[in-house]
């Protein structure tokens, strides 16, 4: 249920920034927690910020918090990453998915995702 499009990657150095997108269809957007998913080769995919489906309730890995800001606009069924003091172990690529509130489990089809390289 469900199908992502992710947007907004690229290259850039340390400590820079980058705004990531994703537009949902296919699903009652307000309905749903979205979150940010990252993974690098070899890797589990791994949740790095969720969001609630007012805006309200945020959670955040350990290796983003205070860097990474997750939004959400319910009009436009999309939601953000806002991506600020970036370091190179945040190179990957990065998907977002819904998830029901009550479970952790994704509901949607993996998007083609969008790359994140940071680099000097």
């Known amino acids: 249920q469900g199908q992502f499009v992710e947007s907004g990657g690229g290259l850039v150095q340390p400590g820079g920034s980058l705004r990531l997108s994703c537009a949902a269809s296919g699903l009652t957007f307000s309905s749903f927690y979205m979150s940010w998913y990252r993974q690098v080769p070899g890797k589990e995919r791994e949740s790095i910020a969720v969001?609630?489906?007012?805006?309200?309730?945020?959670n955040y890995a350990d290796s983003v918090k205070g860097r990474f800001t997750i939004t959400r606009d319910n009009t436009k069924n999309t939601v953000f990453l806002q991506m600020n003091s970036l370091k190179p172990e945040d190179t990957g690529m990065y998907y977002c998915?819904?998830?029901?509130?009550?479970?952790?489990?994704?509901?949607?089809?993996w998007g083609q995702g969008t790359q994140v390289t940071v680099s000097s």
């Open positions: 969001i609630g489906t007012t805006g309200v309730n945020i």
């Open positions: 998915n819904a998830r029901r509130p009550w479970a952790s489990t994704p509901v949607g089809s």
